[in-house]
């Protein structure tokens, strides 16, 4: 009987480095296990959650979105930022683009999606845009230039207004799983 080898089973994998991105206010970092309470305290908040599937999401539902933002940085080179008050170290939320491959019409051909959430102890200050600005900065470079979306609740208009300031534009509204949203594209 030959014996398995299990160092594949024990080897901790390297994980692309997640740049840190500064602004006048915000530190944005790649997502630690020490960022977990927060970041689940967040999405179990109503208010949050209002126009992003509208309910509070489960720890075991936090655990998986950290998950995905993880594994979205190692398998795509972009991913979610933790954002945090530079001075305080405050959570503020998260900010990031990914790739769920969503079924939506029209197609969002593969574009990177932008997308935030902030805490609502922290609405109302700025703090939205100035993240998705440094993000969008960072993604000049990284996708070439190259199109990027983002897909908003109609009634939120919180987060479309930051979008609009960033330079999005609607470009189509549609249906996804049944519910009403806006496409904008930058």
């Known amino acids: 009987m030959i014996a398995p080898d299990i160092r594949m089973y024990t080897a901790k994998p390297t994980l692309p480095p997640v740049p840190v991105l500064t602004t006048a206010r915000l530190t944005l970092r790649g997502h630690t296990v020490a960022d977990f ?6 999405w179990a908040n ?3 959650t209002r126009f992003i599937g509208g309910r509070p999401f489960s720890r075991e539902e936090a655990w998986t979105r950290l998950l995905r933002y993880i594994g979205h940085w190692s398998l795509n080179g972009f991913g979610y930022w933790v954002v945090r008050e530079t ?3 405050r959570f503020v939320g998260e900010v990031g683009f990914v790739d769920y491959k969503r079924d939506i019409v029209p197609s969002l051909d593969d574009a990177p999606e932008i997308g935030w959430v902030l805490s609502p102890a922290v609405h109302g200050q700025g703090f939205a845009t100035e993240a998705v600005r440094a993000i ?3 993604g000049e470079t990284r996708f070439g230039g190259a199109r990027t ?3 908003i609740d109609p009634g939120n208009t919180r987060s479309i207004r930051v979008a609009e300031k960033c330079g999005y534009r609607e470009l ?3 249906l996804y799983r049944g519910e009403p949203t806006v496409v904008f594209e930058r």
Do not use: F, I, K
């Open 149 to 151: 979306v983002c897909l």
């Open 87 to 89: 001075d305080s170290n």
């Open 46 to 48: 109503p208010e949050v």
């Open 136 to 138: 969008l900065d960072w």
């Open 172 to 174: 189509a509204r549609a």
């Open 37 to 42: 309470s927060e970041s689940a305290t967040m």
